[in-house]
Each structure stands twice: as C-alpha cells, then as structure tokens.
C-alpha cells in the first residue's frame, strides 16, 4: 500500500503537466470550434449555391472522418506538403475543426428555431442584413443553444486523449511516460480516470454558471 501511494505521489507533478496541457488544449479548441461552426452555420445559409455546396461537402466530410485519422492528416501528412505546426498547435486545430461541424448543427437548429416573424419585422424595418443578424437573430439563436454547445465541450474533453498519438503530453501521455519509466501502470492510470471524472463534473459546474449568465445577459439586452 505504501508503495501504491508512492507512486501516486511521484506522478503528481506528472499530472499537473498534462493537466496544463489538456485544459489548453480543450480551451482553444472550444473556441476554435464555437467561431468556426458559427461561420459555417452562416455560409450553409448564404444565398448563392456555390458557397452552400462546397461548405456542406466539406462539414460533411469533416464530421464523417475519425478525429484520430485527422490528427494523423495534419501531423504527419501535412508536413509533406510544406505545411507544418508543433503537436500542440496541430491537437488544437483537429479539435476545433471537427467540434465545429457539430456545432455548426447547433448553431442551424438555433437560427431555424427563431419564429418567422422576427425576420419579417427586421424586413418591415428595413434593417440592414448585418444588423438583423447581429442584432436581432444571433441573440436570440445563442439563447437557445449554449447548453448543447457545452456538451460538446466536455465530449471534447474526453477525445483529448487522442493527442496523445501525435506526440502531445495530456494527462493520459504523461501517464504513459511515467508508466514506461517506472513501470507503474495501475496508479497512473487510475489517477487519469478520476481526474477526468472529475474534470468532467467541474466543466458542468463552469458551463452551466456560464450559461446562466449569457442568458441573463441576453435577456437585458433584448428584454426592453
């Protein structure tokens, strides 16, 4: 028991790395994938069918493909070609990219559930295209989907582990480094899942405050 416990506190500094490393990964990539799926959302409506088509065979394919061969795309393939990133940067960037094509479905489902007659009185008032979208549909859109988007945040959070097979050090790649080098694999592991248990029940807790006061938020502003 003693040596159990040692082994957890040998990994803690470990874990505190890869902590690091997975909430900046599943930060940035949240708010890739939350500005990236709006804009998605808004080309998908664009009035020319030769912007619609392409955007929607492009999602389409994004969201069909496997996070983990996206990964292996840009880490590895990419460089080939010129293109090149560090691990991080490259987690990063697969994340918000493939979130964003579900995020983009939110985003539909909340500008298709604004009632009809929000567009017909910005018509009536001859607002430009641009205010009526800013001021008038995205509020009222963002109302409705910000819990969902939050789910979609914590089911990024258990996919960062998935880093891990590009060479990025996330809690589960440190926990296999400290494995390796001490040959300890039931202490780190088991630390691993109770920290995303963990993680995943505080993101709830953040997320549902945050969403709480966006709403509020929106209210004032479009309550008169």
Not at 86 to 109: D, E, F, I, K, P
Not at 159 to 165: G, H, I, Q, V
Request: charged letters at 15%; glycine letters at 6%.
């Amino acid at each position: 028991m003693n040596r159990e416990w040692s082994a957890v506190a040998d990994f803690v500094p470990h874990l505190r790395d890869g902590l690091l490393v997975t909430l900046q990964a599943l930060a940035l990539g949240s708010l890739i994938s939350f500005a990236l799926g709006l804009v998605w959302a808004l080309l998908t409506r664009a009035p020319s069918r030769w912007v619609r088509r392409p955007v929607g065979a492009v999602t389409e394919f994004v969201r069909d493909t496997p996070l983990l061969v996206q990964l292996f795309f840009l880490f590895y393939v990419l460089p080939e070609w010129g293109v090149t990133a560090s691990a991080l940067t490259t987690g990063v960037l697969a994340l918000g990219l493939h979130y964003s094509t579900y995020t983009m479905q939110v985003y539909r489902a909340g500008i298709e559930a604004v009632p009809a007659g929000r567009w017909e009185a910005a018509t009536a008032l001859n607002l430009p295209l641009r205010r009526t979208w800013t001021v008038v549909i995205l509020p009222q859109a963002v109302r409705r989907v910000v819990p969902a988007l939050g789910n979609y945040v914590i089911a990024m959070l258990k996919d960062t582990p998935m880093l891990m097979t590009i060479t990025v050090l996330e809690m589960l790649g440190e926990a296999r480094l400290f494995s390796q080098e001490t040959y300890r694999f039931t202490e780190p592991v088991t630390v691993i899942g109770v920290a995303f248990v963990v993680l995943s029940c505080v993101a709830f807790v953040v997320l549902s405050c945050l969403a709480s006061l966006v709403l509020r938020t929106l209210e004032r502003r479009l309550v008169p």
